[in-house]
């Protein structure tokens, strides 16, 4: 089967968990089937992508603009080859697909209501233009989920989000989960040799957070949290992985607290060290606040043995409640975090051993065990072109969403 996609940026240049699942998700696809993809981007050489990824160097000032850009790359990709489906991931960069590719059916991966994300993170602005901006963003999102014949979510949330903010039909959602570079993301066979090289203590208790610095991640109330634990739980570092506008905001907290002995920001990472910060952690915490559609960040821990535990906000509590439910908070606030995460450091043998932690991903959240069930979606929609009887169910999708 021979798909297109359009994506958002490549991760190289742009991380992020849409352009971190997009990116593995095609070379998992491309390993048994085939593609031509699209992704914006802004300096990175086409060399430097995958021979199935071709860049738009997007210049578009207004809407109308970028439409029109992404409308002509579309209308490239068509002469070149045919498709049997159009799989679009990012609703910005896909509102000019459905009048290219008429013929094929139209599968979009849903990664979030991208108009009420933007509204989060822009918090308290009240403005007209905020309005407007969230308005004209919400109108671009349902005109793509009107055109759209099914839809992939990664959650129950996810689903929920679809089907409560823009109306779409239950029936038209197929919830698969998302799914890890499981030999890139493993443990580590000497931790503390491994410590030792990325210059971090080997005699502490390392909690672990990567993270886009953003309101909705949380971090705020996990450093307050942290605040009240330490006395008790004075043993305890806290590695706060990633960048974003909160980064400076975060670092005066941490001041403020007088917490600098238990608080580390690294910022942004290269992508390459990553794993081996999962590795070391001795616990990975997710503080989640709102619109944590599945978490991809979990699973990549989960890969590389280290347990997690979280707020029970969208995707965290759907991976973690399926695993150990002892390992959910009761909620987001920062007393919900202090009490959970007090009562796990108190009882640490309520965590699972990390052989048990990377087994549970290999058997749910592999790719090989994943494209199968994209590929179900994809003969569904083209069964559904060509009048054949349609399957509504979710397959057996639903096990694992």
């Not at 970028?66 to 409308?71: A, G, L, S």
């Not at 506008?245 to 007088?258: A, D, G, I, V």
């Not at 990377?358 to 592999?366: A, D, G, I, N, P």
Request: charged content about 25%; overall charge neutral; aromatic content about 10%.
């Amino acid at each position: 089967m021979h798909i297109l996609a359009t994506g958002m940026g490549w991760f190289s240049e742009q991380p992020g968990g849409l352009n971190r699942y997009f990116a593995d998700y095609l070379a998992a696809w491309n390993s048994t089937e085939s593609s031509a993809a699209l992704v914006r981007v802004n300096k990175a050489h086409p060399r430097d992508l995958p021979s199935y990824v071709r860049a738009v160097n997007g210049r578009g000032a207004n809407l109308f603009q970028v439409r029109q850009e992404w409308k002509r790359a579309l209308q490239s990709e068509v002469k070149r080859a045919k498709f049997d489906v159009y799989n679009p991931h990012f609703a910005y960069y896909a509102w000019g697909g459905a009048a290219v590719l008429t013929e094929q059916p139209i599968v979009t991966h849903f990664h979030g209501p991208w108009a009420y994300e933007a509204k989060v993170e822009h918090g308290t602005d009240l403005s007209l233009s905020a309005q407007f901006r969230f308005q004209v963003q919400r109108a671009i999102e349902k005109r793509v989920y009107r055109q759209s014949d099914r839809f992939i979510v990664l959650s129950q949330y996810f689903r929920d989000e679809l089907v409560d903010h823009y109306g779409v039909p239950e029936n038209r959602i197929h919830i698969v989960p998302g799914a890890v570079d499981t030999e890139r993301f493993h443990d580590a066979a000497d931790r503390e040799a491994l410590r030792h090289q990325l210059k971090l203590p080997a005699n502490r208790l390392i909690l672990l957070t990567v993270r886009r610095l953003a309101r909705r991640m949380g971090l705020d109330n996990l450093i307050r949290a942290l605040d009240a634990l330490r006395h008790d739980f004075p043993n305890v570092l806290l590695v706060i992985v990633g960048g974003g506008e909160m980064y400076e905001e975060l670092q005066q907290l941490t001041c403020e607290l007088h917490l600098e002995n238990h608080v580390l920001l690294t910022n942004r990472l290269p992508d390459e060290q990553l794993p081996s910060y999962y590795r070391v952690a001795d616990l990975l915490v997710v503080p989640s606040i709102a619109l944590e559609g599945f978490g991809l960040v979990t699973l990549e821990a989960m890969a590389s043995g280290t347990p997690v535990v979280g707020t029970p906000v969208g995707g965290t509590k759907e991976i973690l409640e399926k695993f150990d439910e002892r390992l959910l908070f009761s909620g987001s606030s920062v007393r919900d975090l202090q009490e959970g995460l007090g009562n796990v450091l108190s009882h640490p043998e309520w965590l699972p051993d990390r052989e048990q932690t990377r087994l549970h991903v290999l058997q749910h959240y592999s790719w090989d065990a994943v494209i199968p069930q994209i590929h179900h979606v994809f003969d569904l929609a083209i069964g559904k072109r060509r009048g054949q009887p349609s399957d509504t169910s979710v397959w057996e999708t639903r096990r694992y969403g």
